[in-house]
């Protein structure tokens, strides 16, 4: 009997952790889903409120500065205010920024939409993540990385599919996939009531609030490459937001949502796949291959809106965008070699703000742009950022040092993804 009930007991702990887990990875799922259920209607925006590309592309540097903001200042709250609140606070805030989006006629809101989904992303990245890896069972090993870091891109890819299959065959198309979205989001933060919290609340709440940016010496000499890596691939993340939504009707003459949302999230899926494979390689070789491949496929993306080619510019999509997911994953595992846990969330302050610099950066350049040049020709642009980055990485890149002793990082892989399950994109 007195072995009986501590079993017992670890028995409902273990089944109370697993209701957290998939609380906490549906709602990670539903969260981003949200993000980009937006994007097949950018073309609706534009044909029936006369939005222009530079006003679209304001919205992409709108949600991608909020969400940098966020992670910089609040990356660290969950830890000091609990997971619960600040993943149901996260959700919140998405919820806002759909109702604020049921009423888009004038390019003011839609800012303000992708506004507050940038902060509420940013929220959901930090805490929701950290709850997943919190809450994962301890087998199968690689679950918590997996689920933590691979959930934002499932669900950034299955919110632009759902999006423009009811834009397009279902009705109220410029509102019905906010309402469904808003009862998901809804579900998403019943289920986070009724589960466990993971982390002890403790003080230091105000502190966390002071941004932490800092690179070790030792992989210092590895950030130039890293930063060409998240300039290079992000800026091509915020492309396909702000731009490929009047490419697709403009060059490749289709009108169809749900062949944007498929576009999109071409782009988006394929890092799912891409993101394990650089782990074969080194550091080094893994970022200079798959940036090769990434401009491979960003060639093929001109050319596909050169010749009106639409199944190209979908192959090229999904090239670039399996290649992207190897270049990030190990960019970030070089600057994470050797890394302590007080070094880690400085780490990727720096990785955030590298790659939401480069997400919203030549979007706002390009937006700008958008009013000189068509949108062919910023599409080339974007090549040749390709061109010049992928030139560099090959010629710069390099793997982190050994320690003395000759053993490769004091972190493995592993223990790296389960503390800081990877980059929250998008």
């Known amino acids: 009997m007195h072995n009986a009930a501590p079993a017992l007991n670890q028995a409902r702990r ?8 998939v609380s906490a990875v549906v709602s990670l799922a539903v969260a981003f889903a949200a993000v980009g259920s937006t994007i097949p209607l950018f073309n609706i925006y534009r044909i029936e409120d006369g939005f222009t590309n530079a006003g679209i592309s304001m919205t992409v540097v709108a949600y991608s500065a909020a969400t940098l903001t966020t992670l910089l200042v609040l990356g660290r709250l969950s830890t000091h205010l609990g997971r619960r609140p600040t993943s149901i606070t996260s959700l919140g805030l998405l919820l806002l920024g ?5 009423n888009v006629h004038d390019i003011g809101i839609l800012i303000a939409g992708r506004l507050l989904m940038g902060f509420a992303a940013g929220l959901a990245s930090s805490s929701l993540t950290s709850y997943i890896v919190d809450a994962a069972p301890t087998r199968p090993a690689w679950l918590a990385s997996v ?3 691979q959930t934002v891109m499932l669900g950034l890819a299955l919110g632009a599919i759902a999006s423009g299959a009811l834009v397009q065959f279902g009705p109220w198309p410029r509102d019905l996939i906010y309402l469904v979205v808003i009862g998901l989001l809804l579900a998403s933060v019943a289920l986070i009531a009724v589960s466990p919290e993971t982390a002890t609340p403790t003080p230091g709440a105000w502190r966390s609030l002071r941004p932490r940016v800092r690179v070790p010496g030792r992989v210092r000499h590895l950030l130039p490459v890293a930063a060409a890596v998240f300039l290079g691939t992000w800026a091509t993340g915020a492309f396909y937001q702000a731009f490929v939504p ?4 403009d060059q490749l003459h289709t009108r169809s949502p749900l062949v944007l949302g498929l576009v999109f999230a071409a782009y988006m899926g394929p890092s799912v796949v891409g993101a394990p494979l650089g782990g074969r390689f080194t550091p080094a070789a893994a970022q200079r291959l798959s940036m090769i491949t990434f401009l491979a496929g960003m060639i093929g993306i001109v050319t596909a809106l050169a010749t009106g080619t639409l199944t190209l510019f979908i192959a090229a999509t999904i090239v670039a965008g399996a290649s992207q997911g190897i270049a990030i994953s190990a960019a970030t595992r070089s600057l994470l070699h ?3 846990p007080d070094d880690r969330a400085p780490i990727f302050s720096a990785i955030y703000l590298l790659s939401y610099s480069g997400s919203a950066i030549p979007a706002l ?3 700008q742009l958008s009013n000189t040049f068509s ?9 040749a950022l390709a061109l010049v980055v992928t030139l560099f990485t090959l010629i710069a890149a390099r793997n982190p040092h050994t320690d003395t002793t000759g053993t490769a990082s004091a972190v493995s892989n592993h223990d790296e993804a389960h503390r800081h399950p990877g980059v929250a994109r998008r």
């Open 246 to 249: 009047a490419l697709v009707g």
């Open 365 to 367: 350049i390009a937006g």
């Open 98 to 102: 759909c109702l604020l989006l049921l």
């Open 338 to 340: 050797g890394s302590t």
């Open 147 to 149: 689920a933590s870091s």
């Open 375 to 383: 949108l062919p020709q910023i599409a080339l642009g974007y090549g």
């Open 14 to 21: 273990g089944r109370t952790l697993r209701l957290a887990f």
